[in-house]
């Protein structure tokens, strides 16, 4: 009996020095880690700097932990997780709370891994593991095992405060007896130390080898006691779990590569509807322009087509002399002129609206365009008695341009002008290099632009506040073709004005024509 107790008191002792550590490898923080403020089994609290627990299935085990880091890092926001397992199967739990309670374990061993990650995933604190062993028999050995150990204590200490002559030959006794004991339980207790830790290096890869534990030869005895059939099946297993794990480990990578494009093609998504909200603003915003733009269209012909059935009605309904008949055929054919300079515009606007514009590019002296251009609206100057001046730049590269488009653009401008220029007013054609380009600047001393009429200037139909000053008609249209006619050209078209004072408009295009692609 004596030696059955003194075997289960070694059993107890080398059993408490198991404890396997089993850290997953990943990126860590070196600066902020998780530690354990205290662990209590029941009420009672263990020491600290306790990473092992010996309990017993009624036991309730309370773990209270925290994040250490030093003060001037970042406070961001941030989670734990707990990763508890045994050898068949694990809880993983992401929380915010700095307790872990575990209650009415099943006897097994268990691994407690506790991290902490903030939640934009820039950091991962360095883990803290704690092993936790339920085994009644072992808890209620160790039990058995401190009593016994008090009651020693117990007996020594009244041995040794004994001054009683006559029980000195007791306590000599005692005393060998106690000594005989004790050097029994030391034996026994490294011999079975030995075979577990064996027993361990087989059921774990975290145990290091056999042969590095102890260098005693009394070892080759003790490896005999463990089965090599069961050491082959542990390792069985422990390759089987070592599988799974890599499995789990790859079905998470997969799960994050999977998250990563799901929030990609999320953040597209959305800004592809922040487009197509856009898109349908502007197509709404065109619609309306175009609406608005019939509605002019339609109006400017009607005034004129009206105008010619009155006169052809005229012309039928009376008898008139041959030059009264000249001069109603003749205003006929200056207002059917009318009509159809506007019908003209309006397939001009439509071609340019499909954005298939076809240029026939050569290399061309401007200065030519411009004189021509200046020639044709000298006449409507003259009438409203304009001093009508042109400066042409000397010795000006000849620029890679469609020399039909540019004569349109430099007549929209120039007769802009005219019509915006008061009687007795001034007018000034510029042409000059600057850089690798060439610009056209036509300035006029006219009524000038509002704020709000340059911010809508180039737009299509934009009607401007400053009207002609001698009733010609208006489309809205010239400084919009004008525009797009430029930018086929890679150019550039701008206004500068005063209120009152006038206005300078003025286009630029490179030298070199760049083909679009």
Same mark, same amino acid.
């Given at each position: 009996?004596?030696?059955?107790?003194?075997?289960?008191?070694?059993?107890?002792?080398?059993?408490?020095?198991?404890?396997?550590?089993?850290?997953?490898?990943?990126?860590?923080?070196?600066?902020r880690e998780v530690i354990i403020e205290s662990v209590y089994v029941n009420d009672k609290i263990?020491?600290?700097?306790?990473?092992?627990?010996?309990?017993?299935?009624?036991?309730?085990?309370?773990?209270?932990?925290?994040?250490?880091?030093?003060?001037?890092?970042?406070?961001?926001?941030?989670?734990?997780?707990?990763?508890?397992?045994?050898?068949?199967?694990?809880?993983?739990?992401?929380?915010?709370?700095?307790?872990?309670?575990?209650?009415?374990?099943?006897?097994?061993?268990?691994?407690?891994?506790?991290?902490?990650?903030?939640?934009?995933?820039?950091?991962?604190?360095?883990?803290?593991?704690?092993?936790?062993?339920?085994?009644?028999?072992?808890?209620?050995?160790?039990?058995?095992?401190?009593?016994?150990?008090?009651?020693?204590?117990?007996?020594?200490?009244?041995?040794?405060?004994?001054?009683?002559?006559?029980?000195?030959?007791?306590?000599?006794?005692?005393?060998?007896?106690?000594?005989?004991?004790?050097?029994?339980?030391?034996?026994?207790?490294?011999?079975?130390v030995v075979v577990i830790m064996l027993k361990n290096k087989k059921k774990t890869e975290l145990?290091?080898?056999?042969?590095?534990?102890?260098?005693?030869?009394?070892?080759?005895?003790?490896?005999?006691?463990?089965?090599?059939?069961?050491?082959?099946?542990?390792?069985?297993?422990?390759?089987?779990?070592?599988?799974?794990?890599?499995?789990?480990?790859?079905?998470?990578?997969?799960?994050?590569?999977?998250?990563?494009?799901?929030?990609?093609?999320?953040?597209?998504?959305?800004?592809?509807?922040?487009?197509?909200? @856009?898109?349908?603003?502007?197509?709404?915003?065109?619609?309306?322009?175009?609406?608005?733009?019939?509605?002019?269209?339609?109006?400017?012909?009607?005034?004129?087509?009206?105008?010619?059935?009155?006169?052809?009605?005229?012309?039928?309904?009376?008898?008139?002399?041959?030059?009264?008949?000249?001069?109603?055929?003749?205003?006929?054919?200056?207002?059917?002129?009318?009509?159809?300079?506007?019908?003209?515009?309006?397939?001009?606007?439509?071609? @340019?609206?499909?954005?298939?514009?076809?240029?026939?590019?050569?290399?061309?002296?401007?200065?030519?365009?411009?004189?021509?251009?200046?020639?044709?609206?000298?006449?409507?100057?003259?009438?409203?008695?304009?001093?009508?001046?042109?400066?042409?730049?000397?010795?000006?590269?000849?620029?890679?341009?469609?020399?039909?488009?540019?004569?349109?653009?430099?007549?929209?401008?120039?007769?802009?002008?005219?019509?915006?220029?008061?009687?007795?007013?001034?007018?000034?054609?510029?042409?000059?290099?600057?850089?690798?380009?060439?610009?056209?600047?036509?300035?006029?001393?006219?009524?000038?632009?509002?704020?709000?009429?340059?911010?809508?200037?180039?737009?299509?139909?934009?009607?401007?506040?400053?009207?002609?000053?001698?009733?010609?008609?208006?489309?809205?249209?010239? @400084?919009?073709?004008?525009?797009?006619?430029?930018?086929?050209?890679?150019?550039?078209?701008?206004?500068?004005?005063?209120?009152?004072?006038?206005?300078?408009?003025?286009?630029?295009?490179?030298?070199?024509?760049?083909?679009?692609?």
């Amino acid at each position: 009996m004596k030696l059955y107790l003194i075997l289960n008191i070694i059993i107890v002792t080398v059993l408490m020095t198991f404890n396997v550590e089993n850290t997953l490898s990943k990126n860590i923080d070196s600066i902020r880690e998780v530690i354990i403020e205290s662990v209590y089994v029941n009420d009672k609290i263990l020491p600290e700097n306790t990473f092992k627990i010996l309990a017993s299935d009624k036991d309730s085990i309370t773990i209270n932990f925290k994040l250490k880091a030093p003060s001037d890092l970042d406070k961001s926001a941030f989670l734990f997780k707990t990763i508890f397992r045994n050898g068949k199967d694990s809880s993983v739990k992401t929380v915010g709370v700095t307790r872990a309670i575990f209650k009415n374990l099943n006897n097994d061993d268990y691994l407690l891994n506790i991290s902490a990650f903030d939640l934009q995933r820039k950091w991962n604190a360095k883990p803290v593991e704690l092993r936790i062993e339920i085994d009644n028999e072992k808890y209620t050995l160790i039990q058995t095992k401190d009593s016994l150990n008090q009651k020693l204590e117990a007996l020594l200490d009244v041995i040794n405060n004994s001054s009683n002559d006559n029980s000195k030959n007791i306590k000599q006794e005692a005393q060998s007896d106690v000594l005989l004991y004790v050097l029994l339980v030391i034996i026994a207790t490294l011999l079975i130390v030995v075979v577990i830790m064996l027993k361990n290096k087989k059921k774990t890869e975290l145990t290091p080898p056999l042969e590095d534990r102890s260098k005693d030869s009394a070892l080759d005895l003790i490896a005999d006691m463990v089965s090599k059939q069961d050491f082959e099946n542990l390792q069985i297993e422990n390759s089987r779990l070592r599988a799974e794990i890599a499995s789990l480990r790859g079905q998470i990578d997969a799960m994050n590569v999977r998250s990563s494009n799901l929030s990609s093609q999320n953040k597209e998504l959305q800004s592809n509807l922040t487009k197509l909200s @856009l898109y349908k603003d502007e197509l709404e915003e065109l619609q309306k322009q175009k609406d608005e733009l019939f509605a002019v269209i339609i109006h400017d012909i009607k005034n004129p087509a009206a105008l010619i059935k009155s006169l052809v009605e005229l012309l039928t309904s009376y008898d008139l002399s041959t030059s009264e008949q000249q001069e109603i055929i003749n205003d006929i054919a200056n207002t059917t002129i009318k009509i159809v300079a506007l019908s003209q515009e309006v397939s001009r606007i439509l071609a @340019l609206e499909t954005n298939k514009m076809n240029l026939n590019i050569e290399a061309c002296d401007i200065n030519i365009l411009v004189d021509d251009v200046f020639h044709r609206n000298q006449l409507a100057a003259k009438n409203k008695s304009i001093n009508f001046h042109q400066e042409l730049g000397s010795d000006l590269p000849l620029p890679e341009i469609d020399p039909q488009r540019i004569d349109e653009v430099l007549d929209n401008l120039i007769s802009n002008a005219v019509k915006f220029t008061p009687q007795g007013g001034t007018i000034r054609i510029k042409s000059y290099k600057e850089s690798d380009k060439i610009v056209v600047e036509i300035n006029d001393n006219g009524l000038g632009l509002t704020e709000e009429d340059l911010k809508h200037a180039f737009q299509r139909g934009a009607r401007l506040s400053a009207k002609p000053t001698n009733g010609e008609a208006s489309t809205g249209l010239g @400084l919009w073709i004008v525009k797009k006619l430029i930018d086929a050209h890679h150019g550039k078209v701008w206004v500068k004005s005063i209120i009152g004072k006038g206005s300078t408009f003025a286009f630029s295009v490179p030298v070199k024509h760049e083909k679009s692609e």
